[in-house]
């Protein structure tokens, strides 16, 4: 029987995409125009906020949109989404001051956490088992092409017109999702409110704020570890460490599946593992691999960047692989095989900054890319298949929560041992660094082993 929340397939699709195309383009673009944005605002110092509070928005939201989901259905936290996101656009458009491009930046955070968990809800409740994988290859397309696209053309849009337009370019992608989208969405009945004892009402939304503060600390801290600031005392960045830990210790249990559903083989705690680490040791790896080759080989940031556009064509062909139904594999085996194909990508990367051979970082990409777009959609997948109907919100937010705080963290260790060995070496710095990401990559195929046989495709 077909999903009353689908007249038209096609349209939901065309809309869900456009929304996630814009929010990969305003995540793509903005590390591109902040400088820009930075110098003529003023308050420099400030600039380190406009990437963390999006964190604590986005993890904030994540889970109170979970929260919604379960209780009244997708559309709820897909609206208030869209309104979050687009306001939070204009107010950083607009912004004349940095304080102000702050307030927006937080409420494009609020919006984009909301937004993740309203497209996961609704993949779980609009499609049928067949069709999730090929939304999910569309999914990541949408989010690779901004990728390689974003950058140089945030890059035009801030020198042709200003920084601020590039916060205005991705309003249409909003409007063209709600006239695509909306009437579809809006075809879900009443009948699909779950009530105020759903699992996911039971998270009390205090926790999803307190693991956004310590996710938040333990990357202030590690900026600070990094940029070697002497002007912050010892014992400051001690309690601020301290607190960060111990707020994530106390937060995220009470954010994951229920004990019911995480136990055991077959659970949701594994795949929750294998994306948080997955995913953050692939991106901790990303953020300094350019660092290194032109530090290291003297290449321009513009080749350097161009060696990184392998690992996103990699990523959208496994995401594509994983989509079809010709793979003899069960989902359990594609995601055990993509993260694989991620340790052995980054394993080979370790030997770039000592073997002195820039070849192997190809080779590297290629296969670490071609896992992550396979795993990753196939996570998703796993999820959803071993969430009840009144679960899909709340355990959808616990992945997105984990993978939120495993590229935060993952992201701070490699700034943190970049910082103290960089001095001494640098091949020593970029290779213990992408060796630690490597390690992670590797515990990431352990819990892959343990999720135990899943099929979606009989």
């Known amino acids: 029987m077909e999903s009353p929340l689908v007249a038209s397939k096609a349209g939901l699709a065309v809309g869900l995409c456009s929304g996630v195309l814009a929010i990969a383009f305003e995540a793509m673009s903005v590390s591109t125009a902040m400088p820009e944005a930075a110098a003529d605002l003023g308050r420099v110092d400030l600039y380190a906020w406009i990437f963390s509070l999006f964190t604590v928005g986005m993890l904030f939201a994540t889970v109170v949109g979970g929260r919604l989901g379960d209780r009244r259905g997708p559309v709820v936290p897909l609206g208030i989404g869209l309104v979050l996101f687009s306001v939070g656009l204009m107010v950083a458009g607009f912004a004349p001051a940095m304080e102000v491009l702050l307030v927006g930046r937080l409420l494009q955070g609020l919006g984009s956490g909301s937004l993740n968990v309203g497209y996961a809800l609704v993949l779980a409740h609009g499609f049928d088992p067949a069709e999730r994988p090929r939304m999910l290859s569309w999914f990541s397309t949408a989010w690779v092409v901004p990728s390689l696209l974003g950058p140089p053309l945030a890059a035009f849009i801030t020198r042709a017109l200003s920084w601020h337009w590039v916060f205005f370019s991705v309003v249409p992608l909003l409007v063209l999702t709600v ?12 009948a699909s409110l779950r009530g ?53 210790v106390v937060a995220v249990p009470r954010l994951m599946p229920a004990r019911d559903a995480a136990g055991g083989r077959g659970g949701l705690l594994a795949p929750i593992i294998v994306r948080t680490l997955g995913a953050g040791s692939f991106f901790g790896a990303q953020s300094f691999f350019p660092l290194l080759m032109v530090q290291l080989y003297g290449w321009s940031l513009l080749a350097a960047g161009a060696m990184l556009t392998v690992g996103a064509v990699g990523w959208t062909t496994g995401a594509w692989l994983q989509s079809q139904s010709r793979v003899p594999l069960r989902r359990d085996q594609v995601l055990l095989a993509g993260i694989v194909c991620v340790a052995i990508g980054l394993s080979v990367l ?7 051979q820039w070849w192997l970082a190809l080779v590297g990409w290629v296969f670490a890319g071609l896992g992550m777009g396979s795993s990753m959609a196939s996570i998703t997948l796993v999820v959803i298949l071993r969430s009840s109907q009144d679960q899909q919100g709340r355990n959808n937010a616990a992945l997105q929560v984990g993978e939120a705080m495993g590229n935060s963290i993952l992201i701070g260790l490699a700034g943190t041992i970049y910082a103290f060995l960089a001095p001494v070496s640098l091949s020593s710095a970029f290779g213990w660094l992408l060796a630690a990401m490597a390690a992670c990559s590797v515990v990431a195929v352990i819990a892959a082993a343990r999720i135990g046989a899943i099929r979606d495709r009989d």
């Open 350 to 356: 370790v030997a770039v900054p000592w073997s002195g």
């Open 196 to 248: 105020e004892h759903a699992p996911g009402a039971s998270v009390p939304p205090w926790t999803a704020l307190v693991a956004a503060l310590g996710t938040v600390g333990l990357q202030w801290v590690g900026q600070v570890l990094a940029h070697r600031d002497s002007t912050v005392e010892t014992g400051v960045i001690v309690v601020v460490g301290v607190l960060a830990l111990a707020g994530l």
């Open 179 to 190: 006239v695509v989208g909306g009437p579809a969405l809006a075809k879900l009945p009443p």
